[in-house]
T-cell receptor
Framework: ETGVTQSPTHLIKTRGQQVTLRCSSQ?????VSWYQQALGQGPQFIFQ???????GRGNFPPRFSGLQFPNYSSELNVNALELDDSALYLC???????????FGQGTRLTVV | AQSVTQPDIHITVSEGASLELRCNYS??????LFWYVQSPGQGLQLLLK??????LVQGIKGFEAEFKRSQSSFNLRKPSVHWSDAAEYFC????????????FGSGTRLLVRP
């Protein structure tokens, strides 16, 4: 059974640029959630994807968007990067309605 | 609004000593409750979870947690800490509205003295 994998592990971008982060969900899981973890804080829910559609969003602006593919993998896209977007981005997969989420190792994004 | 509070930012214990990390939540119903551990630069690993039933739950690595409804608490305990337990610990509540999501506390960093 493969776990949740994220790529890349680290990324440096310039303010105003766009970035795409990727996540492969754990085998058999059909729901993917994305979280942002700023330095020294707990993770915050960005959004969730199920059946290739967004089905819940936290308090994040529209420049944060995502995709889910038929194989349940997912992408997080952030446009017009701001310095405050620097964070660890975590992907979590689960079964539909499942209450236990399994996390990847995260992508560390630095915006300069 | 639902929230999770971890009142201790840092805790330092000696190796072999007991440990208790505090977690309080604000939620209308009986929540799903979780403890996760995060080593530096890593993702989150689930230590244990509470859904219903027995209020004392056992997890991995010798950790346990007790759900106390009257105190809205879900404290994490370990009888004897090992140096490898040094990490950041997060308490979380599972919340269902338009989708199922986790609400995390701000974390407690555990330091272990040799």
């Amino acid at each position: 059974e493969t776990g949740v994998t994220q790529s890349p592990t680290h990324l440096i971008k310039t303010r105003g640029q766009q970035v795409t982060l990727r996540c492969s969900s754990q085998s058999g899981h059909n729901t993917v959630s994305w979280y942002q973890q700023a330095l020294g804080q707990g993770p915050q829910f960005i959004f969730q994807y199920y059946r290739e559609e967004e089905n819940g969003r936290g308090n994040f602006p529209p420049r944060f968007s995502g995709l889910q593919f038929p194989n349940y993998s997912s992408e997080l896209n952030v446009n017009a990067l701001e310095l405050d977007d620097s964070a660890l981005y975590l992907c979590a997969s689960s079964f539909t309605g499942g209450s236990e989420a399994f996390f990847g190792q995260g992508t560390r994004l630095t915006v300069v | 609004a639902q929230s999770v509070t971890q009142p201790d930012i840092h805790i330092t214990v000696s190796e072999g000593a007991s440990l208790e990390l505090r977690c309080n939540y604000s939620y209308g119903a009986t929540p799903y409750l979780f403890w996760y551990v995060q080593s530096p630069g890593q993702g989150l690993q689930l230590l244990l979870k509470y859904f219903s039933g027995d209020t004392l739950v056992q997890g991995i690595k010798g950790f346990e947690a007790e759900f106390k409804r009257s105190q809205s608490s879900f404290n994490l305990r370990k009888p004897s800490v090992h140096w490898s337990d040094a990490a950041e610990y997060f308490c979380a509540v599972g919340l269902m509205d338009s989708s199922y999501k986790l609400i995390f506390g701000s974390g407690t960093r555990l330091l272990v003295r040799p």
